[in-house]
Each structure stands twice: as structure tokens, then as C-alpha cells.
């Protein structure tokens, strides 16, 4: 059995092998760059090593910096996690050159399921069904153009190297073809090194369905059976499930038996995801669903499949890369019960889930059950990396219990001033059509409005809301005379002025019953009555500087100071487009004195390995515009700004 291991990676999957190198008294060495010193995984890894500064490419990607931190340490193993290098051939290779053991399958294996499109050819030959498109070498847009064509729209363009939902493009219309194309090709070259792309056939009701395979150095191969990854949002998974809902045991027979061909026909070792797309029009049906890719790695969702078959998918790694057999055959491996996950991300859905990053001065997640994270109260959220917080997992005997508890789970997310998308995900969850079970890859785009609606406060709660802020300051006292005009105590008559700015208060003047204050970063006028006088909602708490109600995961904020919440220059509504944190300006769509309209694409910002669009909140002209293309900005620079048409 391996004795010590390098986890060549960082977050929550760092801190998720860790626990388990633990369990097995194998010493954890762990890598870390200049953003990540004081990271939870860092703290957690019995050593750790310092590979250079914060962006990705200068530390957890330079293959070298880790072999030497493994050598360094006398570490005898390296676990890549998933993203960063665990899909990297080369470095697979480098580390089993170097004298080390390789967590992970054979670096050929790698190599022939790293394109999709030779993935997709050797599939075929090895008699896994794929789905209709162009895999060919030519690149021209104009003969990618014409395949899309002839295959029919909608299309998909997914970059060959591809991941993660990362160089991907659905693609309705011819019109929208070269741009797709473009943004799908940057994207990929950013994030792979590689712009190459094939062309699918888009089925309009697809449900992802993606098959756990592993795989030991004595030839057995086993399946885990299937998850279901459908409730997606621009090709990244938002909900996963284990297993998937109607899927009977014939198509279930078929799939499995399919997935294990697939990793038979490369020699697979190790974990691996055999990923497939079905259409569903008419549910689940063998002849209906197509191999789409393999990922040769640990899947972010391996939790769902490790609570409903009972077994430590990392401790199976860990065993086989020592050289022992799978520790079960097909036959003692079962389904027991259900389980769903969720990602929870640091951004914000009413702002086009926009990442959000800072300091957690609140964290509380709250739930008994099972929690993947990799960060701790404290903790910061970096512009630099991918923006999940955590994994919450829910069990149940049934999919509806197993849904239930995750959906209390999410409830019960307290993050600040981080945002997240916690409401989000339980409005998924809340969504009909997903709890019927009928539900493809595009419900959410569909319901887009819906279920990133920013959730609102009623009047009784805001003026709950703002009394429980005045409680807090000491600023009861100058309530009650407030809203019982009875006379004016000394202690209001030596701050009036204080009075005057904060409340519209004047001396000896009429009674003033409305406040101005910030709600949710907006200036309120909330009204105060008699009766709340002394309330304290138990929903209610200190959250930084000001009063907080939690409400299905999102943090509703109340303050005093309205200035403080950036009410005036500088936000969306009059205009001003500024940066939602630093990144590289990729592309600009407009110029100075251009008519846009609202929702047109201003500019492209490049940022956690992303492409974010930032649109017009409104029809009107642009009137200064700061952005060049390939320019480094700051969070808040002012990009663009926009004026009203008179």
C-alpha cells in the first residue's frame, strides 16, 4: 500500500482525498500557491509545499514545480484530483517516469479518450452508439459552417480537449455560427491549449446520463451504475443524482454494459465517467442514447454514486494504484437507495451568475448529512480559481427523501458577503417539472427568469429588518418617541443632527415614521408602525456591520448606511458597467456613441476560467467606453457606460 501522497491539486477535492489518506494512515503532502497559503487543504495535509504564484498556469499547471514538491517531501504517490492536470497525458507519463506512482489510468488511456473527436471513432469501432456530427480535421470556419449545415441546427460546437462545460456552444441558427465558433475556439485555447472543435447534432431533449466505471491492473473492470447530471446551465452540471430518475433495468443493462466496452477498449484503470446523452422525448430507451465522452478522472459527483453503493470511490484509487484487484465484483455491487448533490458557487444568479469573490465573514452551512467543502470560516474566495464552495449531498430511501434533505440543506446556507447561489438550487429543486422527473439539459435556460428571480422583501419584513438594526445600535431610544409623538428625551435633543442625516428627524417637527435605509445594497423608504416596536425576528442576525435575514439561503441585508452599499454613481441602473472582478477583456462588441439595446452584448471579460458576457441593462447610447480587447481590468473599473435616449 502506498505510505505517502502528493495531492496535486487544491479546494474541496484536495480536503475530500485527505480525509480518506487519512483513514488509511497514508501521509498527505499538499501543493499551494501564493492565493491558496492559508487554504484549508494546506492546513489540513500533514505537509505542503509551496509551488508558486496565485494564477493557475503559473503554479498547480507547471507539471515540473509538482514532481519536484513529490521528490522533495519523499512522497511515494501523486493523486491529480479532477481538473488542473488529472487529464494531462504528459504529465501522467512524467510522473511515472520520475519514479513515482500515478494515481490515475495509463497515460495512453488518457491520450485516446483526451479528444473527443478519436474517442468518439474508437467508440464507435468498439461498438458504443455515438451521436451524429462532424469529427474531422479541418478547422476552416467556413467548412465548419457548411457541416453544421448539412448535419442540421440546432448544433453543438465542443472543443476536442474539452471539459467541464468549458469550450462548448449550443447553436441554433446559421447567424449565430462564426460567432459561437469563435468565442467556443478562445475559450478552448485559453483553457486546453487547443482550439480544435467537432460539430454534434443537438438533441432538443436531452438528459445527461454519465455511467461510473473502474478499472484494476488485472484486467476486471466494473461499473457503479449511472448518474444523472440533466439540470444543467451552460454545460456545467448544477444537480446530479444517483440514480437516474426512469430509468428501467433493460436501458439500464444496456448503458452499464456499454460504459464497461467503452473502458475495455483502452484498457482502462482506475476511476472513470463514460458520459452519454439520450433523448428523452419518449424517456429512457437503449436505442436512444449515444456515448458523448469519457472523463478519465474522478467526477466532481462521485458522491452520489459512493451513497447509493456504499463504497469510498477514492480509497478504490488508492488500492489500485498499490497494485491490489477491485475490492468487489459486479456481482456484490448494488443500488441502495437515493442521493443528489449540489454545487454551491459563489455567484450571484440575479447578475447572470456572476462569480463573487471576498472574504466568508459568515459561514455556516448547517446540515448534519454529508458536505464537501474546502474552505472554513475566514476563508477567502479567489478571483483566481474555479468559484465552488462546497458539495451538500442528500440521502434518502426514494428519490423525493433524498431530494428533501438536500433541499433543507440548502435552506440552511448562511454565506456573507460572498454571494452564492443557494436559493437558486433550491428553486430547482421546487421546479415541477423536476420533481415529476421530466426534465432535459435546457430546464433551466428555459426557466431562466423564474429561478433567478433575486427573492423579495416584504414591507412587515423590512421594517422587522430595520428595527432589529436599530436594537442593535442602541437606537431604540430614539424609536419609541419616533412613533409615540409624546416629546423629545435629552438624548434625542443632543443628536438631532445624527437624527436629521439618518432618519428625517427634526426637532420639535412632525413625527417621522419612514426610514431611509439599504436593502439589499438598494436605498428603501421602510415604514415603521407601533406594533413592531420590540420585535425581534428570530429569522434575524448580526451579519457584518448591519442586520441580516436568511431566507432559503439567501441573505436579505439591511444597513443604515445607504452610501455604503454603492447607491448611486457607479451602478448598473444609471449605466456604469463596471468589472465584476479582475480579469482580461477578450472582446468588445460596441464603440463610443453606439446605439445598444437592452440585453446586447457589450464586452466579454475573461475570469476563473470563464468567458462572461456583460450586456446593456437598458436601451441607449453608449457615452464612454473604457475597454480595449486583451486589457487586464480591476474588479469595479468602470468598462462602459450607458445613457438613456431622451
Known sequence: MIQSLLIANRGEIACRII??????GIRTVAVYSDADAKALHVRQADEAVH????????????????????????????????????????FAQAVIDAGLV?????????????????????????????????????????????????????????????????????VDAAADFADALASCQREAASSFGNDHVLIEKYILTPRHIEVQVFGDTHGNVVHLFERDCSLQRRHQKVIEEAPAPGMDEVT????????????????????????????????????????????????????????????????????????????????????NGWAMEARLYAEDPATGFL??????????????????????????????????????????????SA???????????????????????????????????????????????????????????????????????GADRMLAPLLRPDGSPDWMIQNSSKLSSLFGFRLNGEPQRRILVSVDGEPTTVSLSEPLLGHRNRHYG???????????????????????????????????????????VIAVEVAAGDKVTKGQKLLTLEAMKMEHSLTAPFDGVVTELNATSGAQVQVEALLVRIEKEE
Open 403 to 473: 431530494g428533501y434533505r438536500l433541499l433543507e440543506a440548502i435552506r440552511q446556507v448562511q454565506v456573507w458577503p460572498v454571494k452564492t447561489n443557494a436559493t437558486f438550487l433550491g428553486k430547482c429543486l421546487l421546479d415541477e417539472d423536476f420533481i415529476e422527473g421530466i426534465f432535459d439539459t435546457g430546464l433551466i435556460q428555459r426557466k431562466a427568469d423564474e429561478l433567478t428571480a433575486k427573492p423579495i422583501v416584504d414591507e412587515a419584513e423590512k421594517a422587522a429588518g430595520v428595527l432589529n438594526l436599530m436594537k442593535d445600535f
Open 102 to 170: 500515478w494515481v490515475g489510468p495509463k497515460p495512453s488511456s488518457i491520450t485516446a479518450m483526451g479528444l473527443k473527436d478519436a474517442a468518439k471513432k474508437l467508440m464507435a469501432d468498439a461498438g458504443v452508439p455515438v451521436t451524429p456530427g462532424y469529427m474531422g480535421e479541418n478547422q476552416d470556419p467556413a467548412f465548419l459552417a457548411e457541416q453544421a449545415a448539412e448535419i442540421g441546427y440546432p448544433v453543438l460546437i465542443k472543443a476536442v480537449a474539452g471539459g467541464g462545460g468549458k469550450g462548448m456552444r449550443k
Open 252 to 335: 439500464r443493462e444496456a448503458l452499464c454494459a456499454a460504459a464497461v466496452r467503452a473502458a475495455q477498449a483502452v484498457d482502462y484503470v482506475g476511476a472513470g465517467t463514460i458520459e452519454f446523452i439520450a433523448d428523452a422525448s419518449e424517456g429512457l430507451r437503449a436505442d436512444r442514447i449515444w456515448f458523448m465522452e469519457m472523463n478519465t478522472r474522478l467526477q466532481v459527483e462521485h458522491p452520489v454514486t459512493e451513497e447509493i453503493t456504499g463504497v469510498d470511490l477514492v480509497e478504490w484509487q488508492l488500492r489500485v494504484a498499490s497494485g491490489e484487484p477491485l475490492p468487489l465484483r459486479q456481482d456484490e455491487l448494488s443500488i
Open 542 to 584: 448580526r451579519y457584518g456591520d448591519a442586520w441580516s435575514r436568511l431566507e432559503d439561503g439567501f441573505v436579505h441585508r439591511f444597513s443604515l448606511d445607504c452610501r455604503a452599499e454603492g447607491v448611486g454613481a457607479g451602478t448598473v441602473s444609471d449605466g456604469a458597467i463596471l468589472s465584476p472582478m479582475p480579469g482580461k
Open 51 to 90: 509551488i508558486g504564484p496565485s494564477p493557475a498556469r503559473e503554479s498547480y499547471l507547471i507539471g515540473e514545480k509538482i514532481i519536484a514538491a513529490a521528490k522533495a517531501t519523499g512522497a511515494e504517490a501523486i493523486h491529480p484530483g479532477y481538473g488542473f492536470l488529472s487529464e494531462n497525458a504528459e
Open 19 to 24: 480525509r480518506t489518506a487519512r483513514e488509511m
Open 355 to 400: 462569480p463573487s469573490t471576498g472574504t466568508l465573514i459568515d459561514f455556516d452551512l448547517g446540515f448534519r448529512g454529508r458536505v464537501e467543502t474546502g474552505v472554513e470560516l475566514g476563508d477567502s474566495i479567489s478571483p483566481y480559481y474555479d468559484p465552488m464552495i462546497a458539495k451538500l449531498i442528500g440521502t434518502g430511501r426514494d428519490r423525493e
